[in-house]
């Protein structure tokens, strides 16, 4: 395939025919057309003045044919620089994202930073203790079961929820050979111990013998031997719990 630059008018069409190199050949790598002078052809109106100007110089010489052949290194180029670019704003949008989580972790370790100095601060000021992501206040008063749980509520906690032997353990520890309140009752059915979030009691620390359904001993203490239940409105101290979890970061 080839175009011919036809002599004055600057003017070139297409054709079948073979390309013929000139003695300085020019190649132009443009989809693979070729185009002729010959007649009875399609005329294209692309001028060629800036190509005859040039060989009016003598810098090509006598130009005849410029031929148009496959697609060339600068499009084999091209396509590399295309490609390297749709990279790099792939990376770009990766480098976003990235940026916008680590300020997400920088936020989340800030907040952790806080609630770890509000923590400090209620062990020292408040008197409430740490434990396995849990706060826990125990009492220098005695109050009645209804007492204590409403004090409780009233600093955004309630009576404690006892789910281990960790726990138990835990609270024997901090109440040493005292009585204490727990959030254990079945004052809605007889017999049907809850918690006061509702769930059904599945660990079990009742001292042999308890609970022994007496007088209507619709609450559990804990005492260093285990639980029992007592009557509701005897005044003993308290153990408060609260989540740290969900007391300090929403």
């Known amino acids: 395939m080839a175009i011919v630059l036809p002599d004055g008018n600057g003017l070139f069409q297409q054709d079948n025919a073979p390309c013929h190199t000139p003695k300085i050949p020019v190649q132009l790598n443009i989809y693979g057309m070729c185009w ?8 294209p109106h692309l001028q060629l003045a800036g190509l005859k100007a040039v060989e009016s110089l003598g810098i090509l010489g006598p130009l005849h044919r410029i031929c148009y052949g496959a697609p060339s290194k600068s499009h084999s180029l091209l396509t590399k620089n295309i490609n390297l670019t749709n990279e790099r704003d792939g990376l770009l949008i990766k480098n976003d994202n990235l940026t916008k989580q680590r300020e997400q972790f920088n936020q989340e370790i800030n907040e952790l930073v806080k609630s770890l100095h509000e923590t400090a601060e209620l062990l020292f000021t408040d008197g409430w203790l740490y434990y396995k992501f849990s706060l826990y206040f125990i009492s220098y008063e005695r109050k009645s079961w209804t007492e204590s749980r409403r004090f409780c509520t009233e600093k955004g906690a309630d009576l404690i929820i006892i789910n281990s032997r960790e726990e138990q353990n835990f609270v024997k520890s901090i109440a040493e050979s005292t009585f204490v309140w727990i959030g ?19 660990s079990r620390f009742w001292v042999s013998g308890e609970p022994n359904r007496q007088r209507k001993e619709n609450c559990a203490v804990s005492y ?7 009557l509701c409105n005897t005044a003993y101290k308290w153990i408060c719990e609260k989540s740290f979890v969900k007391y300090h970061i929403p």
């Open 36 to 43: 002729t002078n010959k007649s009875n052809t399609w005329r």
């Open 184 to 202: 254990l009752t079945d004052s809605d059915v007889e017999g049907k111990w809850k918690w006061v979030d509702g769930s059904n009691m599945i």
């Open 224 to 230: 260093s031997s285990g639980w029992y239940d007592y």
